[in-house]
């Protein structure tokens, strides 16, 4: 080859270390930098970095060498926050992507435990080998007592001094100022206390120590009834990861909170100290110092909510997902993703086990056991001499209660024979407050929340209407602010409180209480009364979905659901699913101990499946039906869904963008959008809302797909534009 002329051989450019940052902001991409020579930096490193005017905060996310010309800004600085564990990173990085996240957004949220300054060092002083030289009375005091280091405020306390005399001895280097310990995350101890397996627990124990043994990627499905002892049996693959490796880490993924103190407790005395708790309650400064204790591998056993999956773990060798069907695995606001999924993808993707535990798995976890995805260790039957309930259906057509009440006579009747025998009843409801809708018996008037299309739920124990979706509250009128009628508005349907007046009035000597997320608002209310349940201080416990799960209330013997048809109105995809494992969760919680529990149910539609299957107890019969009306429709788990929800102050321009982007739909096989249609509630707040739904195969890219669809057609900046990607609320 002929060699080119002088004028076109470029100088040999020296290559230079680069970086790629994503700065914590909406941005789809990450940045490059120049790293100063001086800078030793690694891949995690928080950094600032100019961006425009402004200097940004970042993560160091590639390092490279290049000498590609370009023009790059240096990086600013680096900042003293733990490193990012690269595996912790790469995972979050990933999620943003699934989730069409921009990167920055993503990682903001995973890092906003940093926001909070680190704690300050405490500082202690202790007495030095120094013969104090004439010491004042009170100087002479504190010096006696300064023999181990205390804080100047101890000292100056325990000597009945100001703090001012500490800091005077210091000047006089009669007193030494020395750091305390920092408080440390006790480790936990795998051989603490071993708990003696039943038969089929010891079991389910060896298979799932079968699974471990084979080291990689194991995801189990630990399926038992509720009371047959799965705690007790994940607890064993807790003990067996932390021993086999004294670095590794564990999370233990519980639904709720109120759930999380009773789990607590249990794993407190397996393994000799508290496990590390996060969840909504903690503090900033507590976050601060969990993050910091996760990212040093000091905490090792983490019990928490969804977003305790965002934890910048080192050598996290084990998930456990409890209660793995629960709707609340799913984050709905901000970046809306499913814990639960994003957890197995975890395990998979660092080659770790994750079990998912429940009585009643979710249809997309059951199939996969079902085809062999996932290993299906199964609990038969409840621990100890405990039975399952007997559950029976109540037609309402033939026994509708007296107008103006709302339990049956067979349920009354029940109910009188279980106080009689001095045994607990549980009347589940999962509605909150009065009533759910209060309208106006002159006009016809329906309250609705401000500009939002939800209505208003009448409490009456704070007299006030109430709109549970925007939080809007407001004194009860008296006069109907339609038409002005005075005393007209009337509460219509039941909730919780209605249930507890109707008690009052039947059994006026039974001592009912409410358990909803009204009445314990947070860990200590709700011990506070699941204490008093267990003390036999309540006869009739009137309860939401917050009593359904988790609690064992031994002398508790029926349950009474009020109506059991509520979760299967409003039609969406899970909704039979959802209310078949909540009413079984609710009637699995009689008869816990030695004494039969017996569960009513209350439906106007005992011919439909879910109603059929409970009674039947088949929980069987009733996954075969769903999963085939799902299969027809290739509806999760048999497809995938992905949904694009917008809103706007503006209906016209709404609707403009919403027909412009039904228009940009890419024509691609095996996928379907659709929509546009009006958003069941279709105002919230004063925005407007449209959604569409994307239904794909399940072999097809659905990201990709709504990826090159959103970006093909810019919205307006007045439009938001909100993406879901398995989508559980279609509200
Ligand atoms: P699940 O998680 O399946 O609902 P749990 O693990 O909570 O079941 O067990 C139900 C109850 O039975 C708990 O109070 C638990 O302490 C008790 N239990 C279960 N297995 C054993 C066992 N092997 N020895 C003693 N108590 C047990």
């Given at each position: 080859?002929?060699?080119?002329?002088?004028?076109?051989?470029?100088?040999?450019?020296?290559?230079t270390r680069?970086?790629?940052?994503?700065v914590?902001?909406?941005?789809?991409?990450?940045?490059?930098?120049?790293?100063?020579?001086?800078f030793?930096?690694?891949?995690?490193?928080?950094?600032?970095?100019?961006?425009?005017?402004?200097?940004?905060?970042?993560?160091?996310?590639?390092?490279?060498?290049?000498?590609?010309?370009?023009?790059?800004?240096?990086?600013?600085?680096?900042?003293?926050?733990?490193?990012?564990?690269?595996?912790?990173?790469?995972?979050?990085?990933?999620?943003?992507?699934?989730?069409?996240?921009?990167?920055?957004?993503?990682?903001?949220?995973?890092?906003?435990?940093?926001?909070?300054?680190?704690?300050?060092?405490?500082?202690?002083?202790?007495?030095?080998?120094?013969?104090?030289?004439?010491?004042?009375?009170?100087?002479?005091?504190?010096?006696?007592?300064a023999?181990?280091?205390?804080?100047?405020?101890?000292?100056?306390?325990?000597?009945?001094?100001?703090?001012?005399?500490?800091?005077?001895?210091?000047?006089?280097?009669?007193?030494?100022?020395?750091?305390?310990?920092?408080?440390?995350?006790?480790?936990?101890?795998?051989?603490?206390?071993?708990?003696?397996?039943?038969?089929?627990?010891?079991?389910?124990?060896?298979?799932?120590?079968?699974?471990?043994?084979?080291?990689g990627?194991?995801p189990?499905?630990?399926?038992?009834?509720?009371?047959?002892?799965?705690?007790?049996?994940?607890?064993?693959?807790?003990a067996?990861?932390?021993?086999?490796?004294?670095?590794?880490?564990?999370?233990?993924?519980?639904?709720?909170?109120?759930?999380?103190?009773?789990?607590?407790?249990?794993?407190?005395?397996?393994?000799?100290?508290?496990?590390?708790?996060?969840?909504?309650?903690?503090?900033?400064?507590?976050?601060?110092?969990?993050?910091d204790?996760?990212?040093?591998?000091?905490?090792?056993?983490?019990?928490?909510?969804?977003?305790?999956?965002?934890?910048?773990?080192?050598?996290?060798k084990?998930?456990?997902?409890?209660?793995?069907h629960?709707?609340?695995?799913?984050?709905?606001?901000?970046?809306?993703?499913?814990?639960?999924?994003?957890?197995?993808?975890?395990?998979?993707?660092?080659?770790?086990?994750?079990?998912?535990?429940?009585?009643?798995?979710?249809?997309?976890?059951?199939?996969?056991?079902?085809?062999?995805?996932?290993?299906?260790?199964?609990?038969?039957?409840?621990?100890?001499?405990?039975?399952?309930?007997?559950?029976?259906?109540?037609?309402?057509?033939?026994?509708?209660?007296?107008?103006?009440?709302?339990?049956?006579?067979?349920?009354?009747?029940?109910?009188?024979?279980?106080?009689?025998?001095?045994?607990?009843?549980?009347?589940?409801?999962n509605?909150?407050?009065?009533?759910?809708?209060?309208?106006?018996?002159?006009?016809?008037?329906?309250?609705?929340?401000?500009?939002?299309?939800?209505?208003?739920?009448?409490?009456?124990?704070?007299?006030?209407?109430?709109?549970?979706?925007?939080?809007?509250?407001?004194?009860?009128?008296?006069?109907?602010?339609?038409?002005?009628?005075?005393?007209?508005?009337?509460?219509?349907?039941?909730?919780?409180?209605?249930?507890?007046?109707?008690?009052?009035?039947?059994?006026?000597?039974?001592?009912?209480?409410?358990?909803?997320?009204?009445?314990?608002?947070?860990?200590?209310?709700?011990?506070?009364?699941?204490?008093?349940?267990?003390?036999?201080?309540i006869?009739?416990?009137?309860?939401?979905?917050?009593?359904?799960?988790?609690?064992?209330?031994?002398?508790?013997?029926?349950?009474?659901?009020?109506?059991?048809?509520?979760?299967?109105?409003?039609?969406d995809?899970?909704?039979?699913?959802r209310?078949?494992?909540?009413?079984?969760?609710?009637?699995?919680?009689?008869?816990?101990?030695?004494?039969?529990?017996?569960?009513?149910?209350?439906?106007?539609?005992?011919?439909?499946?879910v109603?059929?299957?409970?009674?039947?107890?088949?929980?069987?019969?009733?996954?075969?039906?769903?999963?085939?009306?799902?299969?027809?429709?290739?509806?999760?788990?048999?497809?995938?869904?992905?949904?694009?929800?917008?809103?706007?102050?503006?209906?016209?321009?709404?609707?403009?963008?919403?027909?412009?982007?039904?228009?940009?739909?890419?024509n691609?096989?095996?996928?379907?959008?659709?929509?546009?249609?009006?958003?069941?509630?279709?105002?919230?707040?004063?925005?407007?809302?449209?959604?569409?739904?994307?239904?794909?195969?399940?072999?097809?890219?659905?990201?990709?797909?709504?990826?090159?669809?959103?970006?093909?057609?810019?919205?307006?900046?007045?439009?938001?534009?909100?993406?879901?990607?398995?989508?559980?609320?279609?509200?």
């Amino acid at each position: 080859m002929d060699s080119p002329p002088d004028s076109l051989i470029e100088a040999p450019a020296v290559a230079t270390r680069r970086a790629k940052v994503v700065v914590l902001a909406p941005m789809d991409t990450a940045l490059d930098y120049l790293i100063p020579d001086d800078f030793d930096l690694s891949v995690g490193d928080h950094v600032w970095v100019p961006l425009g005017h402004a200097k940004v905060r970042g993560v160091v996310v590639e390092l490279y060498d290049s000498a590609e010309a370009a023009k790059l800004k240096p990086v600013a600085a680096r900042i003293d926050d733990p490193r990012v564990p690269e595996a912790s990173l790469r995972f979050w990085l990933w999620a943003a992507a699934w989730t069409l996240t921009a990167p920055g957004t993503f990682l903001k949220g995973c890092l906003q435990a940093l926001k909070t300054p680190k704690a300050q060092a405490r500082h202690g002083y202790v007495r030095r080998e120094v013969e104090a030289l004439k010491p004042t009375a009170k100087q002479a005091r504190v010096l006696e007592l300064a023999v181990l280091p205390l804080t100047a405020a101890e000292l100056a306390q325990a000597a009945g001094v100001t703090p001012g005399v500490v800091q005077t001895l210091e000047k006089k280097g009669w007193l030494e100022k020395v750091e305390l310990s920092r408080e440390g995350f006790a480790a936990p101890d795998p051989d603490h206390k071993t708990p003696s397996l039943n038969a089929d627990q010891g079991a389910a124990d060896r298979l799932l120590q079968n699974e471990w043994e084979r080291q990689g990627f194991a995801p189990v499905l630990l399926d038992g009834v509720t009371g047959s002892g799965k705690t007790e049996v994940y607890l064993e693959s807790v003990a067996r990861a932390l021993r086999d490796d004294p670095t590794a880490q564990v999370l233990v993924l519980l639904p709720e909170i109120a759930l999380t103190t009773a789990v607590m407790g249990r794993l407190q005395s397996r393994f000799g100290v508290p496990p590390v708790q996060w969840h909504s309650a903690v503090s900033a400064s507590q976050r601060r110092r969990i993050w910091d204790g996760v990212a040093s591998g000091e905490a090792r056993l983490i019990v928490g909510a969804r977003s305790a999956l965002f934890l910048p773990y080192t050598n996290l060798k084990l998930i456990v997902i409890d209660e793995e069907h629960d709707g609340s695995y799913k984050q709905e606001e901000g970046v809306r993703y499913q814990a639960r999924d994003l957890a197995v993808m975890r395990a998979h993707r660092d080659g770790f086990m994750v079990v998912l535990a429940s009585a009643t798995p979710s249809l997309e976890t059951l199939t996969n056991a079902q085809k062999g995805r996932y290993q299906w260790v199964r609990l038969e039957s409840r621990h100890g001499t405990a039975q399952l309930p007997d559950i029976a259906l109540i037609d309402m057509k033939t026994h509708p209660p007296e107008k103006g009440f709302w339990l049956s006579d067979p349920l009354v009747g029940e109910i009188l024979a279980t106080l009689q025998r001095r045994e607990q009843v549980l009347l589940f409801l999962n509605r909150r407050g009065y009533a759910p809708l209060v309208l106006c018996r002159a006009c016809g008037e329906r309250m609705t929340s401000p500009k939002t299309d939800s209505w208003l739920v009448e409490h009456k124990s704070t007299g006030r209407l109430v709109c549970h979706l925007t939080g809007f509250s407001m004194k009860k009128p008296d006069r109907c602010p339609h038409c002005g009628a005075l005393e007209s508005l009337t509460a219509i349907g039941p909730g919780v409180e209605r249930i507890l007046e109707e008690v009052h009035e039947r059994f006026p000597q039974a001592r009912a209480e409410i358990f909803s997320s009204d009445t314990t608002p947070d860990a200590d209310s709700s011990a506070a009364l699941i204490k008093r349940v267990e003390n036999h201080e309540i006869d009739i416990l009137i309860a939401t979905q917050a009593a359904a799960k988790g609690h064992n209330f031994l002398n508790l013997t029926l349950v009474g659901i009020v109506d059991a048809d509520l979760g299967l109105k409003g039609g969406d995809l899970r909704a039979a699913e959802r209310t078949f494992q909540l009413l079984a969760q609710a009637t699995g919680r009689a008869g816990r101990a030695t004494k039969p529990g017996r569960a009513l149910l209350q439906t106007y539609t005992p011919e439909h499946p879910v109603m059929q299957a409970l009674q039947a107890q088949d929980r069987e019969a009733f996954y075969a039906y769903e999963q085939m009306s799902r299969d027809i429709a290739r509806f999760p788990p048999f497809g995938r869904l992905g949904a694009v929800i917008l809103s706007a102050k503006d209906n016209g321009l709404l609707n403009r963008y919403a027909r412009e982007l039904a228009l940009a739909i890419p024509n691609t096989e095996g996928i379907d959008v659709y929509g546009p249609a009006d958003a069941p509630l279709s105002l919230v707040r004063g925005m407007w809302r449209k959604r569409f739904l994307v239904r794909a195969d399940r072999n097809r890219d659905l990201q990709g797909f709504m990826n090159a669809w959103l970006k093909s057609l810019k919205a307006p900046n007045a439009v938001r534009v909100v993406t879901d990607i398995e989508p559980y609320s279609f509200l």
